[in-house]
């Protein structure tokens, strides 16, 4: 990862992580990060913010830009540069990386300095409106905020619940009356702006302001001299409420949307805060009022709610109620490794105890005994620490900010042993633990254990380390001093096949499986053919040849030897002889073939002869006038000149590999920075690398001669149709094919393609014949000796090579170098008169 870029990502972002809400709600471009504390961040805090800031995959330059317009100061940045300095290190050490920062458009940090008033011109909004939502998630988070500012969340009133019995009407309530039994009616009536209702043969009965449990009670009294038996329990009486009525509530103090909301009268104090947006940044989740005609009637405590679960002072409110948030009155931050890092308020009587009840209690990892806090005072700032037994009386003052550490990843009471044992691992020191008691609780030593000469690590006063040498089997039955064991201490017993090279037996030639294998004792040369697959079809048994190293060779004779070769004869039934020989490690077995036995070969012929196809060659001598008459004969229309020979890369060793890839190269070096019509061409004349150039019409006037090749396996043999034209193409005006014409030589055929084009090299220019030979171009004194051409020839023209033109330095200094040389001369010439 590239920290150096990253650097600069970080910059804006722990302004934001770092510093409390402004004191009013504010958009992200309107803060001032100049007093940002890098001192106050941990390590796991800029890991986080890294990773945050990777994931919103916008450009650095717009963070770059808000960084620098917010006035971070030069002394933070430099902190900042070797605080991730410190985080890549520490991440390196435990294998840990980081992909680099890119943006959306794929582009990578730039130097701040350097490009500040470039970007700072950048009228992106749309981007930096992204940049700011991304970077407004880095900012400490206050406690509770997300309640109200999350808009998935609702708490409207649920309107299809029953009737509470304290529930007080008002004015424009509906209220449905319902009497059943021996007697039947309903009614729906609505509450007059003076508080009442007409029911007919009762009257006028006033409900407004009295609770559905006493209005019920008051419509009863009047109904019975109507119905009788409501008296006796005959008839019942059902008083509920229909459509209800809206009531008018004024939200002030810090709240995101101060006003006066219409709400239904089930509406609760939580309904009216979620309809406001709830407290601003400055606001109070912990001290809300609830006024009703000029009293104090509620005090809802958020954390209440958030914390237990508690809605016992989430009241309903009346019309004309006044909801009052307060600025808050204290604040502190928790960060680290508690289970709910955040930013939370706090009353005058809690202490950290209940702080740290808040923030969920320590993580697991959780440094417990000591917790640091950056308190303020009148004039600057101080740092102090609270021990555990001051948990329950500390009381936070306004502005601390408390550090929870992780505990130190180490051990206090781990030893560990590794090698040769049957158990290795960690263990627990236990008090007096020795180093014979540690060995046997890994079950003891193994029997490869290397027993002479083993070793404890062990960490010194001052964290460097040294060595104990110990022997283990001495340690073990009791005749050396036993060795106390430390803290850390690590134990390596070594196997002896971990001091020594690794025992191989090798075997190749004329067997199913060559290769490597393990040695083992006592394995004798039949076993090490059976674990190859035992011989191939074309193996002799006879002549098995094994090469071993010499260990006590005499290095000062000229002819010491080097190696001890055994010959070993056996059968395909790997007899007594194959079971005898004992092979010793590093051992090569080679198993040759048959002197006799060859595999079919098979070559091809194609084109104009009578029976085209694959044929398999009977002979060693076999040429190619005896494949031509096996094929019988040419056809009529044959063109013996155009035959070719293709013997196809089947490459016998490295080097001749590499000798076929340099000539491909070299052809494409000719063709460099050629036109993409000529790109085709050279790659054919790639494949037509693997030609031979035969004369078949010399070949079958005089069969047996030298020109009469030998055939090998894989040869294909191609004999065209009589060919009329040649091609021409390269660096020419128009690259054709034109009618060939014996009376026409290479020139007329470049004048037939437009002629040479202006960056032809005319000294180089080839062709390459049916037959797949080619000629290039003689130079004789002063003029080009071009080849012939023949039908079915291509004649290929290649380019030059662009020359670099002078510089106006660079003709300078030749000129002056060259006026200085002829100062020079005339100079000695003038002395020698």
């Given at each position: ?502 025992y191989k037996v090798t075997i190749n030639g004329e067997v199913r499986r060559p290769g490597e294998f393990g040695f083992s004792e006592n394995m004798s040369l039949g076993e090490l053919i059976l674990k190859a697959g035992g011989f191939s079809e074309s193996a002799t048994p006879q002549r098995i040849e094994v090469s071993r190293r010499v260990k006590n060779s005499d290095a000062t004779s000229a002819s010491a030897r080097t190696a001890?070769v055994f010959q070993v004869d056996a059968d395909r039934n790997l007899s007594i002889e194959a079971s005898k020989f004992i092979l010793e490690p590093f051992d090569i077995v080679t198993v040759r073939s048959s002197p006799g036995y060859e595999t079919q070969k098979q070559v091809k012929i194609e084109g104009e002869v009578l029976y085209p196809g694959y044929y398999t060659i009977t002979k060693k001598d076999e040429r190619i006038s ?98 009329q034209t040649v091609k021409v193409s390269g660096e020419v005006l128009s690259p054709n094919t034109v009618i060939f014409d014996k009376n026409k030589g290479f020139k007329s055929y470049i004048a037939n393609a437009g002629g040479f084009s202006q960056n032809a090299l005319k000294r180089r220019s080839y062709i390459i014949y049916a037959n797949g030979s080619v000629r290039s171009t003689k130079k004789f004194l002063f003029f080009n ?49």
């Amino acid at each position: 990862m590239n920290y150096k870029k990253l650097f600069y990502l970080l910059i804006f972002a722990i302004g934001l992580a770092v510093n409390l809400p402004s004191a009013k709600a504010q958009s992200i471009t309107q803060q001032n990060f100049s007093n940002v504390r890098v001192d106050e961040l941990t390590d796991d805090q800029i890991r986080q913010i890294i990773k945050q800031v990777e994931s919103s995959g916008l450009p650095e330059s717009q963070l770059e830009q808000m960084a620098a317009a917010r006035g971070m100061q030069p002394s933070e940045i430099a902190k900042l540069r070797a605080r991730v300095e410190a985080v890549k290190a520490k991440n390196s050490a435990s294998g840990d990386t980081d992909a680099t920062v890119k943006g959306k458009d794929g582009s990578r940090s730039r130097s701040f300095e350097g490009e500040v008033e470039e970007i700072a011109n950048s009228d992106d909004k749309k981007t930096e409106n992204e940049a700011d939502a991304a970077l407004q998630a880095l900012k400490s988070k206050i406690f509770g905020k997300e309640l109200f500012a999350n808009a998935s969340t609702t708490f409207e009133p649920n309107l299809r619940l029953a009737t509470p019995l304290n529930y007080v009407i008002g004015t424009t309530d509906q209220l449905l009356i319902d009497i059943y039994g021996y007697s039947e009616a309903n009614y729906k009536l609505t509450v007059s702006p003076e508080g009442t209702i007409n029911i007919p043969y009762a009257g006028i009965i006033t409900v407004g302001g009295l609770t559905v449990e006493a209005a019920t009670a008051r419509i009863r009294s009047k109904l019975s001299p109507i119905y009788s038996g409501l008296n006796s329990g005959n008839t019942k009486l059902s008083v509920t409420i229909g459509n209800i009525r809206s009531i008018k509530v004024i939200l002030t103090g810090e709240v995101m949307k101060p006003g006066t909301y219409t709400l239904p009268s089930l509406a609760t104090l939580f309904n009216a805060l979620y309809s406001s947006g709830g407290p601003t940044d400055n606001g109070s989740f912990r001290n809300i009022e609830v006024i009703r005609n000029g009293k104090k009637v509620g005090t809802l405590d958020v954390y209440d709610f958030l914390l237990r679960g508690d809605l016992k002072n989430n009241i309903r409110l009346q019309d004309q109620d006044l909801i009052r948030v307060p600025v808050y009155q204290k604040r502190v931050e928790i960060v680290g490794e508690v289970k709910r890092p955040a930013i939370f308020e706090m009353k005058s009587n809690e202490t950290f105890k209940d702080l740290l009840a808040f923030a969920g209690g320590f993580t697991e990892r959780a440094y417990k005994a000591r917790v640091k806090v950056l308190g303020n005072t009148d004039t600057e700032r101080k740092i102090s620490d609270i021990l555990a037994k001051d948990f329950d009386s500390y009381v936070p003052q306004s502005g601390d900010k408390y550090f929870v550490n992780e505990i130190l990843d180490r051990f206090e009471n781990r030893v560990t042993i590794e090698g040769a044992v049957f158990r290795p691992g960690q263990y627990e020191l236990e008090p007096g633990m020795s180093l014979k008691t540690l060995i046997q609780k890994a079950e003891g030593l193994k029997e490869d254990a290397f027993t002479n000469r083993a070793y404890i690590t062990r960490l010194t006063d001052d964290l460097n380390t040294e060595l104990i040498p110990f022997d283990a089997r001495k340690i073990m039955n009791g005749t050396v001093a036993d060795i106390p064991l430390k803290r850390e201490d690590v134990i390596s017993i070594s196997s002896i096949f971990d001091l020594r090279e690794e025992y191989k037996v090798t075997i190749n030639g004329e067997v199913r499986r060559p290769g490597e294998f393990g040695f083992s004792e006592n394995m004798s040369l039949g076993e090490l053919i059976l674990k190859a697959g035992g011989f191939s079809e074309s193996a002799t048994p006879q002549r098995i040849e094994v090469s071993r190293r010499v260990k006590n060779s005499d290095a000062t004779s000229a002819s010491a030897r080097t190696a001890e070769v055994f010959q070993v004869d056996a059968d395909r039934n790997l007899s007594i002889e194959a079971s005898k020989f004992i092979l010793e490690p590093f051992d090569i077995v080679t198993v040759r073939s048959s002197p006799g036995y060859e595999t079919q070969k098979q070559v091809k012929i194609e084109g104009e002869v009578l029976y085209p196809g694959y044929y398999t060659i009977t002979k060693k001598d076999e040429r190619i006038s005896d494949l031509i008459k096996r094929a019988g004969g040419l056809t009529a229309l044959s063109f013996t000149d155009g035959a070719s020979l293709k013997r196809a890369g089947n490459f016998d060793s490295q080097l001749e590999q590499e000798k076929e890839s340099q000539k491909v190269q070299q052809f494409r070096r000719i063709q460099k920075n050629a036109k993409d019509s000529t790109a085709l061409d050279v790659e054919n004349l790639a494949v037509r690398n693997n030609f031979v150039g035969i004369d078949l019409t010399r070949i079958l006037e005089k069969p047996g001669t030298k020109k009469d090749l030998f055939l090998e396996n894989g040869d294909i043999i191609n004999v065209p149709r009589q060919l009329q034209t040649v091609k021409v193409s390269g660096e020419v005006l128009s690259p054709n094919t034109v009618i060939f014409d014996k009376n026409k030589g290479f020139k007329s055929y470049i004048a037939n393609a437009g002629g040479f084009s202006q960056n032809a090299l005319k000294r180089r220019s080839y062709i390459i014949y049916a037959n797949g030979s080619v000629r290039s171009t003689k130079k004789f004194l002063f003029f080009n000796n071009y080849p012939i051409v023949r039908t079915g020839a291509e004649i290929f023209v290649p380019k030059q090579e662009e020359r670099r033109r002078l510089t106006p330095t660079e003709t300078v200094g030749i000129i002056s170098g060259l006026a200085s040389f002829g100062a020079i001369v005339l100079g000695v010439m003038n002395l020698l008169k």
